[in-house]
């Protein structure tokens, strides 16, 4: 590949034909210049090109190489190569027209023999995003440090038993917030997939806890001396790599968030892939994450019921996606945060071509599901039966009971003196039917 060659056979940017086109590189729901409620659906969807899986990932598994042979991964130049894949990134958010992208510090350069290298070499490639951002559309919805890959890492980052480690991450974490802050990024976020442990035998939990409270709130100190103003997020993810991992769920993110006083700086940035291997689902996580006020981004993908591991598959299922974002939009939208494309080609998906087609067809799939959920918030057909099932706390008994005006005693006089309330149906088949409807 040169500089006067396209790795992309695509030649023009995707654009809406209708649901009637039949072009596979044609938008058939996703028209971004569509108003829903008063804004455009490019400004509700916010989706990012994520750059590690695109452009890094080579088609490996945990039984074999790699199948994709991308040109800007073979050469001795480290520096040239991560300037060609820059070049091959910004091409490919042109052709789909996203607003955003992410990116992790040493997938878009290269890591020196030492931090100092390092850091310079992520300078560069930022003043090469500047440029290259400077004449063109993207915008940065969060840049994060990779605290996971390199083997100093392989007892957790922050977590880490050698004090050196946790300093070594600092300083990669400053860089990377500090890059992310010059490109004006929306967030910036805080991957944790070493941050547990293997076994209890050589882990002391509540010491790894308090060290991973500390380097929370050392990013958030660093965020308000820089002035950087988006909100800080943390992924939640319960295993894999580590077999016990610390940010489980969004339920122990929660509670770790409000034990180390950060909830006012810290959101969550929640993927299907992590909420199955957590055992909920897609749908659980965020509305929990919305009920207690730390929903912040997603990362949209999806996992493999049958497999134990994060397949990170291009998100596709529209009636999974409707329900998720029937609760985005019931909790007012994403605010800073975006969808981010944290998925993966299948390996045997070897053409170039491949990508573009497997975000058109994501793209698609979140733009109909949106559609779709919108629709139903419209026409109240789940608020309006939930408010019924939840009338009775609403009226002037419910309220007083939350109000703390009533007592125990007086709660269980109101029960004796001939209260008989009666099991009302939860009516799931129903709803499930009413959903099918707008789908």
């Not at 001795?76 to 990116?103: G, H, N, Q, W």
């Not at 300078?123 to 083997?151: C, P, Y």
């Not at 009338?391 to 004796?416: H, N, V, Y």
Request: aromatic share 10%; with cysteine; hydrophobic share 40%.
């Amino acid at each position: 590949m040169t500089a006067s060659t396209s790795f992309f056979q695509t030649p023009a940017p995707i654009a809406y034909g209708g649901a009637e086109a039949n072009s596979p590189l044609a938008f058939r729901w996703y028209d971004k210049d569509r108003i829903i409620a008063g804004k455009r659906l490019e400004d509700h969807l916010r989706f990012a090109v994520c750059y590690w899986h695109s452009f890094c990932w080579p088609g490996s598994d945990p039984f074999g190489g790699e199948t994709f042979l991308r040109p800007w991964q073979h050469g001795s130049d480290l520096m040239a190569m991560a300037r060609a894949k820059a070049d091959v990134a910004f091409e490919l958010f042109r052709l789909l027209d996203v607003p955003f992208f992410t990116f992790h510090d040493v997938d878009a350069a290269p890591e020196g023999a030492t931090l100092k290298e390092s850091v310079a070499n992520l300078n560069a490639i930022g003043d090469l995003f500047e440029q290259k951002m400077a004449s063109a559309k993207v915008r940065l919805l969060w840049g994060t440090a990779n605290l996971f890959s390199h083997r100093r890492y392989m007892a957790g980052a922050a977590t880490n038993p050698d004090p050196d480690v946790f300093t070594y991450a600092a300083g990669q974490v400053r860089a990377a917030l500090e890059v992310t802050h010059r490109l004006g990024g929306a967030n910036y976020v805080l991957w944790g997939g070493r941050e547990g442990y293997e076994t209890l035998l050589n882990t002391d939990i509540g010491r790894e806890l308090d060290q991973l409270g500390r380097f929370v709130s050392l990013v958030v100190e660093h965020k308000h001396k820089i002035g950087f103003k988006g909100p800080i997020l943390i992924e939640p993810k319960p295993k894999e790599p580590t077999k016990h991992q610390y940010d489980f769920d969004v339920a122990t993110c929660y509670g770790f968030l409000k034990r180390y006083d950060l909830l006012n700086d810290v959101k969550l940035n929640i993927e299907q892939n992590h909420a199955i291997l957590a055992g909920h689902s897609f749908q659980h996580e965020i509305a929990l994450a919305q009920a207690l006020g730390v929903f912040g981004s997603i990362d949209i993908n999806r996992g493999d019921d049958l497999l134990g591991w994060d397949t990170d598959q291009f998100a596709m299922n529209t009636s999974e996606l409707a329900l998720v974002f029937h609760e985005i939009i019931k909790g007012g939208g994403l605010a800073t945060g975006g969808l981010n494309f944290d998925a993966k080609i299948r390996r045997q998906s070897i053409d170039p071509d491949d990508l573009i087609h497997a975000h058109v067809g994501s793209m698609d799939a979140c733009a109909r599901a949106f559609l779709a959920a919108a629709d139903m918030l419209d026409a109240g057909a789940l608020t309006g039966p939930l408010a019924e099932r939840y009338a009775g706390w609403d009226g002037e008994e419910g309220k007083a009971i939350l109000a703390g005006q009533r007592s125990l005693a007086a709660l269980a006089d109101r029960a004796m003196a001939g209260l008989d309330p009666q099991p009302r149906s939860g009516r799931q088949e129903y709803l499930e039917s009413v959903v099918n409807r707008y789908l």
